[in-house]
């Protein structure tokens, strides 16, 4: 077989034994060399191999040993022993080391200038053991993140990132050491864009005694990603508030801001940021706000099509007011944007007043209420209104002022948008009613109200079939109508798609409740939520239960993500 002599190492090895071809080689060869990068990424990168197969060609090629790194105990790998750039610039791991002999994984085998360069700086006699590229770059990323490493050997093309305040200037270069240390912002810097890339919603920086830790919201649910080191907690702060507008002298009391992560010309990320003065330092939480889930459309956020219909007939309406209700984080943003965005038309003003914006809509007029300069939410409704407007969207009715505005533009030819935070939607009815606003008032402005939770969606590589009793069925809700064995339940069981947890994704549960005529009757008599909500059922309404089982049902959740979710 006669191979190019410009190929080399593993590329030239898989072309004399038949698995590459002469042309497929010096591409993938020349690729690498003109993006610097390793020739085994640029292979795997390719699709014509998998990590696994170049591991065990290697292997068997070569007569060296083949090692699962999923299958090793990471407490056991020798710490200090090789330098972490080293580790990360020769895609090289330590293993473990007996005398003078240091076992390394490799997933290069023809890669000699790193075992040249691991025995040079140990002193050791290097012992090569075959790894999967694939699960050697995921341990080499947890061994960084576990030692705090990261810091001071992260690569990363800054090229391609620009972060920026919420106003999107971009940020001047500040004289503090502390605030613009390189390896920080850098540090910062992948923080976010792996937040971004896992679908977090929240970035936590938690400063506490004797350790520092970061933790992303993913699925709803809390989880540690890092520990840094405790002696950066100041510097990560400071950072944070420089670009967020923030004042970083002061670490008294709690502050708020935005910033932008620029990821390219067509792709910015907004984050909204807390600080919050704890005992051990200032706890930051940054909101992740993506602009594109808004423009997911109505399909996209788990609507039934009887619920869908209800909600695009009320908001199509010339006026009225559609309240969507629900506790924090239940996606009650993304779902008035979705409406927003269906109305937003060159033909129509759309106002928004919101504390703050969190996702910004071309077409859409958004203002931020400042309570300490005057602009309340009832505020920026009365300048609405005279800034001839169709529809109106106040991101919440908090008192008594508000709503009378509110009810006031549903009443004279405003379509209105709002939330409240209520359990479901006929409290949201008494609600209004507590807070002082007449029946007759409510009866005559609110058209539709819509309670929402957000439920985790089974991982559909791995959820399996469970047998629950017929029994635990009927007491969770299941009506025996429903119980006609036609559909199977489902369990969470984790694998690496959903990393280990059993659920990818969320999923909206729904109430829609279109306020009818006799509902209006039962307000105008001061029923109360109890009256409205058999009133609800009897014209077919599903509260958050019956939603949340239908989506168990249609095998998108399990029982015990709806149980915990509804708790009714």
């Known amino acids: 077989m006669s191979t190019t002599p410009s190929i080399s190492g593993l590329a030239r090895l898989l072309v004399q034994h038949g698995r590459l071809s002469d042309g497929d080689a010096e591409a993938l060869q020349g690729s690498a060399a003109s993006n610097k990068a390793p ?34 105990d990471t407490s056991y790998i020798p710490q200090g022993v090789l330098d972490t750039k080293v580790m990360q610039a020769q895609r090289v791991v330590p293993l473990y080391k007996r005398g003078t002999r240091l076992f390394i994984g490799i997933s290069d085998i023809t890669n000699l200038q790193a075992a040249e360069e691991v025995r040079f700086q140990t002193g050791a006699q290097i012992e ?13 990323d947890h061994l960084l993140e576990a030692s ?32 613009d240390d390189a390896p920080v912002v850098k540090y910062l810097q992948k923080i976010l864009l792996d937040a971004i890339n896992a679908g977090a919603s929240d970035v936590h920086f938690e400063p506490y005694e004797k350790y520092y830790r970061i933790r992303y919201r993913q699925d709803g649910i809390l989880r540690e990603i890092a520990q840094p080191p405790l002696a950066i907690k100041e510097k990560i702060a400071s950072r944070i508030k420089v670009i967020s507008k923030l004042d970083i002298s002061e670490k008294r009391v709690p502050q708020d801001g935005r910033m932008k992560l620029v990821l390219s010309k067509s792709r910015a990320i907004d984050f909204r940021v807390s600080t919050l003065p704890t005992l051990h330092g200032e706890k930051i939480v940054m909101r992740i706000l993506d602009p594109t889930s808004a423009t997911l459309g109505i399909d996209a956020l788990g609507y039934e099509p009887d619920q869908k219909a209800a909600l695009l007939d009320a908001v199509s309406r010339p006026y009225g007011m559609v309240l969507v209700t629900g506790p924090t984080g239940s996606g009650k943003t993304v779902s008035l944007y979705t409406c927003l965005n269906i109305l937003n038309e060159p033909g129509t003003n759309i106002s928004t007043a919101e504390d703050p914006a969190e996702i910004n809509l071309p077409g859409v007029n958004q203002v931020n209420v400042n309570d300490k300069a005057g602009l309340t939410f009832s505020a920026a409704l009365k300048a609405f209104l005279r800034q001839d407007p169709d529809i109106i969207m106040v991101g919440e009715i ?97 694998c690496d798609q959903c990393k280990d947890t059993g659920y990818k994704g969320r999923v909206g549960i729904y109430q829609v409740m279109p306020i009818s005529d006799e509902m209006n009757r039962l307000i105008m008599k001061n029923g109360t939520s109890i009256d409205i909500a058999d009133q609800a059922r009897r014209e077919g309404v599903r509260d958050l239960r019956q939603s949340g089982l239908l989506k168990v049902r249609q095998g998108m959740t399990s029982l015990e993500e709806i149980m915990a979710v509804t708790n009714e």
């Open 148 to 179: 705090g490493a990261g810091l001071k050997n992260l690569e990363m093309d800054e090229s391609e990132l620009d972060i920026r305040s919420g106003d999107d200037e971009p940020q001047p270069d500040a004289p503090n050491i502390d605030v």
């Open 128 to 140: 090569p053991i075959v790894v999967e590229d694939n699960k050697l770059i995921k341990l080499l």
């Open 398 to 494: 908090r008192d008594l002022e508000t709503a009378d505005i509110a009810i006031k533009a549903a009443q004279t030819g405003h379509m209105v948008f709002s939330t409240l935070h209520t359990n479901d939607a006929p409290g949201t009815l008494t609600r209004l009613l507590n807070m002082g606003v007449a029946p007759f008032n409510v009866a005559s402005s609110v058209i539709l109200i819509t309670a929402q939770r957000l439920a985790r969606k089974l991982c559909t590589h791995c959820k399996a079939p469970i047998d629950i009793p017929t029994e635990a069925l009927r007491r969770a809700g299941f009506t025996e109508a429903e119980l006609d064995g036609s559909w199977t339940p489902y369990r969470a069981v984790g």
């Open 39 to 72: 020739f085994i990424a640029q292979l795997l990168q390719s699709g014509k191999m998998n990590a696994k197969e170049v591991a065990e060609f290697s292997a068997q090629a070569f007569g060296y040993p083949l090692l699962d790194l999923d299958q090793i």
